[in-house]
Nanobody, 117 residues
Framework: QVQLVESGGGLVQPGGSLRLSCSASGSIARLNRMGWYRQAPGKQRDLVATISTGGDTIYADSVKGRFTVSRDNTKNTVSLQMNNLKSEDTAVYYC???????????WGQGTQVTVSS
């Protein structure tokens, strides 16, 4: 079992910034990929950004240059710094962990990000 606890969502004006954090605990293997997905109302859940244990990152085109994903391997945490937020970034953001050895995927409970004036 892996538990993911997210924090940092909220309401922000367009052009503003937010930082999301996620802490993982439980049976998490050392080699894994952690990151963030988001789901807007009526839409599918999409990748935002992920980062491997070695620091390899993947970003959705829509967030490149605005969002930065980072992690602390010693603490099993992953963060998402979101700058220059736009209304289309409004969604529930989910923390995700993919464990290479077992092919397991784990999800957090989600945190709401609303970008509105």
């Amino acid at each position: 079992q892996v538990q993911l606890v997210e924090s940092g969502g909220g309401l922000v004006q367009p052009g503003g910034s937010l930082r999301l954090s996620c802490s993982a605990s439980g049976s998490i293997a050392r080699l894994n990929r952690m990151g963030w997905y988001r789901q807007a109302p009526g839409k599918q859940r999409d990748l935002v950004a992920t980062i491997s244990t070695g620091g390899d990152t993947i970003y959705a085109d829509s967030v490149k240059g605005r969002f930065t994903v980072s992690r602390d391997n010693t603490k099993n945490t992953v963060s998402l710094q979101m700058n220059n937020l736009k209304s289309e970034d409004t969604a529930v953001y989910y923390c995700n962990v993919f464990i290479y050895s077992t092919r397991e995927t784990w999800w957090g409970q989600g945190t709401q990000v609303t970008v509105s004036s």
